[in-house]
């Protein structure tokens, strides 16, 4: 029988400490407000305040990472205290309740995804139906043809005017003899194969569906001022997608089979039907969300490291280490799969920056190369690097 406590904090007392670990325990706040503060806050950004029926310590608990945000009592509080090992029991007895923290993770991971963008790029992508035609005119250009072709298919689907769509058309003409582009249509497949190199979907394009990775991997990424920067590489067990599903919005960023891959699909039909009949699944889903959202606002503390390259790449660098979950002690060695160049993109960088980020980051004591892939002899020393470097800008923000 699902037993959850009731917890009193009074007036200015910590709740939550950003940074503390084994975090397995979040809050639904049942009355009074709390203030919710970050590390990683873009300067001039304003406290989040949370009231009755809203959640806190979710990501952490159910991602089981570190705490990514700090709580203060405003009043005295009062909330339910949810175990992690009670969550599924929660759905069973309140699905309503998993289902507006599942809609509020998806709210944020929008909101949050557009801050990176803007702090990464000083700009942001455009989320109208023109987005599509800029993101196949990108891989057009560096002939990556069946990515390129597919969104421009998508492209004409929504406008067969003007002069943008008379030249997707003759591209489409042109690519549609070596094309590998699979799923151009809407598909009731519940598995879908898409190749090495194929788009599943393209940013600003509709779409419903969400997916899991059964075999592969897809990088998630977005084109904005003519550069692609990678948000995410996903491997088998993974979920994507989610944030069309739930929100009935555009996608928010492109997805690429970064090798050949079998995905399971799930639609709006069969996800209502799964919510009411597979817990487990909601609560995977909450956990995918969790450790999305937390990398997500690990990644904003990056962009914060502003003018300075090195800083930005050894940070980024550690931040795949920590998605790993190794079991870091002095001395731990870590073999990675990524390049320099890889990393590079991953912080956004245009080409004029990226000669002399590069340039620095090779030159690292922290890191060696093994058949171009990054080797790190220490992540211990790498991830305390990455910290030192992450405090100073905290502070110089005041956020520390």
Not at 1 to 20: A, P
Not at 95 to 121: D, G, H
Not at 134 to 155: H, I, L, M, R, T
């Amino acid at each position: 029988m699902l037993q959850l406590s009731f917890v009193n904090f009074r007036k200015d007392t910590y709740i939550l400490v950003e940074g503390k670990e084994d975090a397995d325990v979040f809050y639904i706040i049942q009355s009074g407000h709390v203030k919710v503060s970050h590390q990683s806050a873009v300067p001039g950004t304003q406290p989040t305040i949370l009231g009755p029926g809203d959640f806190i310590g979710v990501i952490a608990c159910m991602s089981q990472r570190a705490q990514s945000e700090t709580c203060i009592a405003l009043s005295d509080v009062t909330g339910i205290a949810v175990r992690r090992d009670q969550y599924i029991g929660l759905i069973e007895k309140n699905t309503p309740v998993a289902m507006k923290i599942i809609r509020t993770f998806a709210q944020r991971m929008r909101v949050l995804n557009e801050t990176l963008m803007q702090q990464t790029l000083a700009n942001s992508a455009s989320e109208n139906f023109e987005q599509i035609f800029n993101v196949a005119e990108y891989f057009d250009n560096k002939s990556e043809f069946d990515v390129a072709f597919f969104a421009y298919y998508q492209y004409v689907k929504t406008t067969k005017e003007g002069p943008r769509a008379q030249k997707a058309l003759k591209r489409i003409a042109v690519l549609q003899k070596q094309t590998r582009s699979v799923y151009l249509e809407p598909s009731s497949d519940m598995l879908r194969k898409y190749p090495k190199g194929t788009m599943v979907f393209s940013e600003a394009q509709s779409g419903a569906d969400m997916f899991v990775i059964q075999a592969g991997e897809v990088k998630i990424s977005k084109i904005v001022d003519g550069t692609e920067v990678t948000l995410a590489v996903l491997k088998k067990g993974d979920m994507f997608g989610e944030m069309a599903l739930l929100e009935n919005k555009p996608r928010s960023a492109i997805a690429i089979a970064k090798e050949d891959c079998v995905l399971m699909t799930i639609n709006k039909s069969n996800f209502e039907q799964m919510v009411a009949s597979q817990p487990q699944l909601i609560a995977r889903l909450t956990n995918t969300l969790a450790d999305r959202l937390w990398i997500m606002q690990r990644q904003l503390s990056n962009t914060l490291l502003g003018g300075n390259p090195l800083a930005k790449m050894t940070d980024m660098l550690a931040l795949q280490v920590e998605k790993m979950r190794l079991a870091i002690g002095k001395g731990t060695q870590y073999q990675t799969s990524f390049t320099a160049e890889d990393i590079a993109t991953m912080c956004g960088f245009s080409q004029d920056e990226q000669a002399r980020a590069l340039r620095d980051f090779m030159n690292s004591p922290l890191i060696k190369f093994e058949k171009g892939k990054i080797f790190i002899p220490d992540c211990l020393e790498l991830l305390k690097q990455a910290a030192f470097y992450r405090k100073q800008v905290a502070r110089a923000n005041g956020t520390l």
